[in-house]
């Protein structure tokens, strides 16, 4: 009898799948850029909608086309750099040395940290400055605005941005200059660039094997037991232990998850929201009321999640700015 070889049901790469401890992503790298500017923002997602394009793939079969393409709309408010922070190398990776606050944070962020009521500025940048020999990377602290969007939340979400520059005093340089201020999705990406989409995906709670490691259901004598969607198998007799490669049920989704290069096919204003909102709003929703981004294809997460949109780091293709044509308002039920 031939053996039955089968590829293994569900992708390991992601053990332990567990809920993340913070809704709010951490990005741990940012591509290097000379430019001095912000090398990410974060938005919230609003929906689905679909766009008419031109298709400008030179090896696509529809090249010069119009095609039919799905984009995800992201609600972002100006982000406002509240801090910056200097890091240091060493033996145990990077370590803070020091850092910066504002002296006019929003007071909105009292729901979310303790702000310091005696803080001197000039002397924290003396500070930063002083050590600005033993600095090997200079980072911002950014906070978005949910409470200028139709997100049901006034605390702000603050996440660790990278900087461009081509050294630590450079991005030191910048980093003082938008310290306190609001900067704009204009000022950060531009429209065909490829970004990195980063964010928390929708929790779907304890689910069993099928759902969760698409094997399939037992048949034939497998279901004389009363059960149909469970493993045939969990193991050997020796070892005497269940490996954690096994299916098995569990928490799924509510993970942080990370998708390369996707393309930034429009950034507009506040005052092009009319372009993009169907009457009534979105569903789970509501009306975009500042600037918006589309996105081609879907993003992780459900309605009002935060993503954050980050330089590409390891860009595959050409940027070129797309044409669209046309842009559907028509409310879109279940997206």
């Not at 793939?57 to 995800?72: A, C, H, L, Q, R």
């Not at 200028?148 to 200059?177: H, M, R, Y």
């Not at 009306?287 to 935060?306: E, I």
Request: hydrophobic share 35%; net charge positive.
């Amino acid at each position: 009898m031939v053996r039955h070889h089968q590829p293994r049901k569900g992708s390991v790469a992601f053990s332990p799948r567990k809920r993340v401890a913070k809704e709010t992503p951490r990005v741990k790298s940012w591509p290097q850029n000379d430019e001095p500017k912000l090398l990410g923002l974060a938005g919230y997602k609003v929906g689905m909608t679909h766009v008419m394009t031109i298709d400008t793939d030179k090896n696509s079969p529809t090249n010069g086309m119009e095609i039919f393409t799905p984009v995800t709309v992201l609600e972002v408010p100006p982000v406002v750099v509240m801090g910056i922070r200097a890091y240091e190398k060493t033996s145990r990776g990077m370590k803070v040395i020091t850092e910066v606050l504002a002296d006019n944070l929003d007071e909105e962020l009292s729901r979310k940290i303790s702000l310091p009521k005696e803080y001197n500025k000039s002397e924290a940048i003396a500070k930063i400055q002083g050590v600005l020999d033993n600095t090997e990377e200079i980072k911002v602290l950014v906070h978005t605005n949910p409470k200028v969007t139709s997100v049901p939340k006034k605390k702000p979400d603050i996440f660790e941005c990278g900087i461009g520059g081509a050294n630590p005093e450079e991005k030191l340089n910048t980093a003082l200059e938008l310290l306190g201020n609001e900067v704009p999705a204009s000022d950060i990406l531009k429209e065909g660039q490829f970004v990195d989409a980063i964010a928390t995906t929708k929790g779907k709670g304890f689910q069993g094997v099928v759902k969760r490691w698409g094997i399939r259901i037992q048949y034939g004598k497998a279901r004389r037991s009363g059960k149909a969607r469970h493993v045939g198998s969990i193991g050997p007799w020796t070892p005497s232990r269940t490996m954690w490669t096994v299916a098995q049920a569990g928490q799924m989704g509510y993970h942080k998850r990370t998708e390369f290069n996707k393309k930034v096919l429009k950034i507009a204003s506040a005052d092009e929201v009319d372009q993009i909102n169907p009457d009534g709003g979105f569903v789970k929703y509501g009306v975009v009321k500042n600037d918006y981004v589309l996105v081609k294809g879907s993003l992780p997460g459900p309605s009002k999640r935060l993503v954050i949109l980050r330089e590409a780091i390891r860009p595959t293709k050409a940027e070129d700015v797309p044409q669209i044509n046309y842009i559907s308002t028509k409310s879109k039920q279940g997206v």
